[in-house]
């Protein structure tokens, strides 16, 4: 058993911005082709899940932290591992590396599964595969508490989901939310700042055709951190929360 999973990539020009570096989005990109490989490495991939038990992978939670964002044609490693299951989450450590085996970003992510036809949540115990022992320290030591707004919030945008948006499970990409969340921001505001942590909270699954109103909150600028939400028009239900600390 593979227990921790490791793979190189050399950033493309489909994956970076204007200042030439890999885009936040293109790293939710990689950290999910790494989680999907390792998932079927291990014998609990999207498929075998499924068949089996009725249910799919969805991320519910995922905190990155960058140091350096990586440059179009840099070569990077990055590897991952689980941590044994929770009642209901399943936790997931990416730690990058640039060539040299300097760490340039760490993320931690928590994943549930959830029933195919009915998409209600299901606990761990469903699956009956073992996950591997492995002693090693978090690659973010944190605790994930509740992403809240510290002031009021102000419309950025709205946006309709499409088909370019969504994935095999027919519902928005994990990495297209950070797409919609860097869209809330001018090329202006991009060219002045950088995100040096963001923190999500995937909390309702958002169709083709669901249009999402966006909000920021800025009440905490002094302290580098926007505050986003996602707001169904539809249902108003919340399709995600999330904060930011930029620099």
Not at 106 to 113: G, P
Not at 149 to 160: D, Q, R
Not at 192 to 219: C, F, R, W
């Amino acid at each position: 058993m593979e227990a921790i999973f490791e793979k190189r990539y050399i950033v493309q020009v489909s994956e970076v911005d204007f200042k030439q570096q890999l885009k936040l989005s293109s790293l939710f990109v990689y950290l999910q082709d790494m989680a999907t490989e390792h998932a079927n490495r291990l014998g609990v991939g999207r498929n075998v899940i499924q068949s089996k038990y009725g249910i799919i992978w969805v991320l519910n939670r995922a905190r990155v932290d960058i140091i350096r964002y990586p440059k179009f044609k840099e070569e990077i490693i990055i590897e991952t591992w689980p941590e044994q299951p929770e009642k209901v989450e399943f936790n997931r450590n990416f730690i990058v590396y640039d060539i040299e085996r300097n760490i340039i970003a760490k993320a931690f992510t928590q994943w549930v599964v959830i029933d195919f036809n009915k998409r209600r949540l299901r606990r761990s115990s469903i699956i009956e595969e073992k996950f591997p022992e492995i002693e090693r320290k978090r690659a973010i030591e944190c605790t994930l508490g509740k992403i809240k707004p510290a002031g009021s919030l102000a419309l950025s945008y709205k946006k309709t989901v499409g088909y370019s948006d969504i994935d095999v499970n027919e519902h928005l990409n994990n990495a297209k939310y950070i797409d919609y969340i860097m869209d809330c921001f001018s090329v202006d505001k991009h060219k002045k700042h950088s995100v040096k942590s963001i923190d999500v909270n995937y909390m309702h699954e958002s169709l083709p055709g669901e249009t999402i109103q966006l909000y920021t909150d800025t009440a905490d600028i002094k302290d580098n951190l926007v505050y986003i939400e996602g707001i169904k028009e539809d249902t108003k239900l919340t399709s995600f929360k999330a904060q930011i600390l930029i620099e």
